[in-house]
């Protein structure tokens, strides 16, 4: 089995859930978040939104040949996404507004928005072992 066809349904799992993230956040909180950070849970010290993406993303990853490394996939991802170099928070709301419509859209073309490019290379980063 190829590396290549697990890191392209990876990434498409892992992004089709992102805008669960968002909704569920909002839903579960004092209204929408305005960024990475806000309304951190007391118990866990975790935002609703990187509870929900950790949440989202090993329920996307359960089923693929990563699944033992969901964990560690899971959280290298949310670091880089909401780090300096990762994506704005703006851009991660548009990200997951434009998901919404279609789940399976990331796709990474040349044309694609950098927000969609750079959450590929993210996820594809820390599923090699690396960084994003």
């Known amino acids: 089995m190829s590396r ?3 890191l392209s349904s990876t990434a498409k799992a892992i992004a089709s859930l992102l805008f669960v993230v968002i909704i569920a956040a909002s839903c579960s909180s004092d209204g ?4 990475y950070t806000d309304q951190i849970d007391p ?3 975790l935002s609703n939104v990187e509870a929900n993406w950790l949440e989202g ?3 996307g990853l359960n089923d ?3 699944a033992e490394d969901a964990n560690n996939i899971c959280q290298c991802s949310y670091a880089e996404i ?3 170099n ?3 928070f703006k851009d991660f709301v548009k990200l997951n507004d434009d998901l919404k419509g279609d789940p399976g859209s990331l796709i990474g073309s040349a044309d694609a928005p950098a927000a969609e490019q750079r959450m590929l290379d993210i996820v594809k980063g820390c599923i090699a072992g690396g960084q994003g």
């Open 64 to 66: 693929s040949d990563l």
């Open 86 to 88: 990762g994506i704005a």
């Open 32 to 35: 929408f978040p305005e960024s």
């Open 57 to 59: 993303c090993k329920v």
């Open 43 to 45: 118990e866990t010290g």
């Open 82 to 84: 909401s780090g300096v």
């Open 4 to 6: 290549r066809p697990a």
